[in-house]
């Protein structure tokens, strides 16, 4: 849980691009830290926590980050979304054949994400577009992976500037690109998942043959949230083809799985690669087939 002696977080649009000017990542967390803002160490040069909890053990208590990066002084630079440190991120993705700018800009005209605070480029050429949140109101991070953009928000979180990232053998930052000259505001998330992603026709109930295999889906993604650290990947892939091979879209599979995978402290490209290679392989060999052991926590149930 995060430190209930932290601070009220401390924000203006200018905030981030004074802190990527610090020379170095121990500085600089060390200054998110004294504006009340949480953050967590991250490996050198990649995304996964070195904290037991992940981001849940996020501090803005200057004793505790300084031990942190003191440990590991390349450590990049974790900040929980949602609650915990007050900003929203819209996190557009760009890969060697696809980019969700298209899809941002289209939402950016019907007014979604178009009031941000500030711009942050990724290391692969992507971008972070950061939001004040609005306190006490939760919304919840997801993914749409065909739009190629993601929500962070409660329950989630990204990497911070001037964190770097190991790109092509070559270490990248993360860059503050843009700062609003205009008045920020909240993002409607929910808003911006429907139109990125409008909703489809109910799904019919699966016959009873199929709930006889096993195919649950909260029940298997349950399974995955409580799987220990040692066997997530397992039973992320286990869970993925038991959903495939009983004629579970991919996208549906990985609207279950996603957040049951990131509960059990798996990055989500991690997730994708894992959900993504277990179709492949559910695929070749038909419906019916059981590729992979049962994972030891098969048998949970809701």
């Given at each position: 849980m995060f430190d209930p002696n932290n601070r009220i977080p401390t924000w203006s649009v200018s905030t981030m691009q004074r802190v990527a000017q610090e020379p170095t990542l121990a500085a600089a967390a060390l200054r998110y830290a004294n504006l009340g803002i949480p953050v967590f160490p991250c490996a050198p040069g990649g995304k996964q926590p070195l904290t037991p909890n992940g981001f849940h053990d996020a501090t803005s208590?200057?004793?505790?980050?300084?031990?942190?990066?003191?440990?590991?002084?390349?450590?990049?630079?974790?900040?929980?979304?949602?609650?915990?440190?007050?900003?929203?991120?819209?996190?557009?993705?760009?890969?060697?054949?696809?980019?969700?700018?298209?899809?941002?800009?289209?939402?950016?005209?019907?007014?979604?994400?178009?009031a941000w605070a500030w711009l942050v480029r990724t290391p692969s050429g992507g971008l972070h577009a950061y939001c004040p949140n609005v306190r006490g109101q939760e919304q919840r991070s997801w993914q749409v992976p065909a739009a190629h953009v993601d929500f962070r928000g409660d329950g989630g979180y990204v990497i911070a500037p001037p964190s770097r990232i190991a790109v092509e053998g070559s270490a990248r930052s993360y860059e503050v690109i843009a700062v609003a000259t205009h008045a920020p505001k909240p993002i409607d998330a929910v808003g911006l998942r429907r139109f990125l992603e409008p909703p489809r026709p109910a799904p019919q109930r699966p016959p009873v043959g199929m709930l006889a295999t096993g195919c649950r889906p909260k029940a298997l993604a349950r399974t995955v949230a409580l799987t220990p650290e040692g066997g997530r990947n397992h039973a992320l892939f286990w869970a993925s083809c038991r959903m495939a091979e009983n004629g579970l879209s991919h996208a549906d599979a990985l609207s279950w799985l996603m957040p049951a995978a990131q509960y059990a402290g798996l990055p989500d490209r991690e997730i994708?690669?894992?959900?993504?290679?277990?179709?492949?392989?559910?695929?070749r060999l038909g419906p019916g087939s059981r590729p992979g052991p049962t994972p030891a926590s098969e048998g949970i149930h809701l």
């Open positions: 208590v200057a004793r505790v980050v300084h031990a942190w990066w003191q440990r590991t002084p390349d450590a990049n630079i974790g900040l929980p979304t949602g609650g915990p440190t007050g900003v929203l991120v819209v996190d557009v993705d760009i890969h060697s054949s696809a980019s969700g700018f298209a899809a941002f800009e289209r939402a950016r005209s019907e007014g979604f994400g178009d994708e690669t894992t959900v993504n290679s277990a179709f492949r392989i559910a695929s």
